[in-house]
């Protein structure tokens, strides 16, 4: 079957979390703005998940579900046949999210006051996450190589040394900066952790979103050590576009970890699901993979679209290429390098609703994160927009 990933769908008065106007009101400080920040993506989900959510709900009845056999089948292969490893099905936890599971990972593995390393500029939740449970944040902040992003591994090794420091967040692929680390760089990181007792929270939500010259590799799947000292989160909200339907897949191998991570997930009485979630991702999972090698080639073509308007509208901004994720990292610190003024100006005359660099920590001053996952035509909107603001503002 050929998706129309073209078609334009009224996300107004859905409760869709980037369209709703009072949302954008109070996020933005504007009402009559595009939306391109919140990483959903503005294309229907496949046709066989579509039909298995309306056959579940015309059964009418939603009483308390249990996930059947065939819901692990469905994670287990999937994960074998896109990513090459196997996993158990007594290895995978249920949680709401993969927010709550980094929560809940927290509160299993760290005492407060741990040191909790991160790489910034990074998904801003991961800071909140460790704060609220009364850590603190370790950066290794990633280094801007001309074309892509690097990991100090200087930096990271100092920092990994000290006994304080009990967890490392990866995020792989990296949201903002759409880096698909190699295996290499997977390797030594892993090392280093396991050498100094630091565990591993492999965050990799966006394992399936990778472009055609680059290869994602799992972390804990490199080897046997890694297995041991990680815990991956995978889901099929990005891939598939069901963030709302809130199921996430932690798939953690080590007894010990798993019941530490058990245990607070039974302390908070986390594991019921909804109907719909368990019917959605089966058959994403199962059924939908033709889908998903089609939304990659629309994502990039959409890269390829704003290289190109970019060079023609905005040649001083510079997007970084994605390697991975549906989301763009613009460079536009030859216009402004204050982050908090540029954000300013793409919302307020631009108009345009997006993650302003400076909600992702440090190295995010002067850039905006750009969600492409939507039709050619609103992408082309949006750039619009911001190359208008952008140049009237600063080609004075
Ligand atoms: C790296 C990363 N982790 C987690 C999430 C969100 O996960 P969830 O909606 O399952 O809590 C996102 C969403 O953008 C993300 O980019």
Redesign the pocket.
């Known amino acids: 079957m050929r998706y129309n990933f073209d078609e334009v769908i009224d996300r107004s008065g859905t409760n869709s979390a980037k369209w709703d106007k009072k949302t954008l009101q109070e996020m933005f400080g504007v009402e009559d703005v595009l939306p391109f920040w919140v990483?959903d993506m503005d294309f229907k989900a496949a046709r066989p998940i579509v039909d298995a959510v309306v056959k579940q709900a015309e059964h009418g009845i939603y009483g308390y579900s249990s996930r059947p056999d065939s819901y692990y089948e469905a994670i287990i292969n999937w994960t074998k046949r896109r990513h090459g490893w196997e996993i158990k099905r007594e290895w995978i936890e249920f949680t709401p999210?993969?927010?709550?599971a980094i929560n809940y990972a927290i509160q299993a593995f760290c005492m407060p006051g741990d040191k909790i390393m991160i790489q910034n500029p990074v998904?801003y939740?991961f800071h909140g996450a460790i704060e609220n449970n009364g850590c603190h944040i370790v950066d290794n902040t990633l280094k801007l190589n001309g074309d892509y992003y690097e990991i100090d591994f200087a930096d990271f090794e100092k920092k990994a040394k000290d006994p304080k420091l009990t967890l490392f967040i990866l995020?792989s692929p990296h949201?903002p900066v759409s880096r698909v680390w190699t295996k290499e760089e997977l390797e030594k990181i892993g090392d280093i952790c396991c050498k100094n007792n630091v565990i591993v929270l492999a965050?990799e939500?966006?394992n399936d979103l990778v472009f055609s010259r680059y290869k994602h590799t799992m972390f804990a799947s490199i080897k046997e050590e890694f297995a041991a000292n990680s815990i991956t989160c995978t889901?099929p909200?990005?891939t598939f576009n069901l963030?709302g339907m809130q199921a996430?897949n932690i798939i953690i191998k080590n007894p010990v970890l798993r019941e530490k991570f058990e245990r607070i997930l039974e302390k908070n009485a986390i594991g019921g699901q909804n109907p719909f979630s368990i019917a959605a991702l089966e058959a994403a999972y199962n059924e939908c993979e033709d889908w998903l090698d089609q939304l990659l080639d629309y994502l990039e073509e959409n890269i390829r679209f704003i290289h190109y308007y970019l060079a023609e509208h905005l040649p001083k901004a510079k997007l970084i290429e994605p390697q991975g994720t549906y989301l763009g990292w613009l460079d536009l610190r030859e216009y402004e390098p204050n982050g908090k003024k540029l954000e300013s100006v793409v919302y307020k005359k631009g108009k345009v609703a997006l993650d302003g660099g400076t909600w992702f920590g440090r190295g995010g001053d002067g850039f905006i994160r750009l969600n492409f996952a939507c039709p050619k035509i609103l992408l082309a909107q949006g750039l619009e927009r911001i190359s208008k603001a952008i140049n009237e503002e600063y080609s004075k």
């Open positions: 990483a999210g993969v927010v709550p998904y939740p995020c949201n965050d939500i966006h889901a909200s990005k963030a996430s």
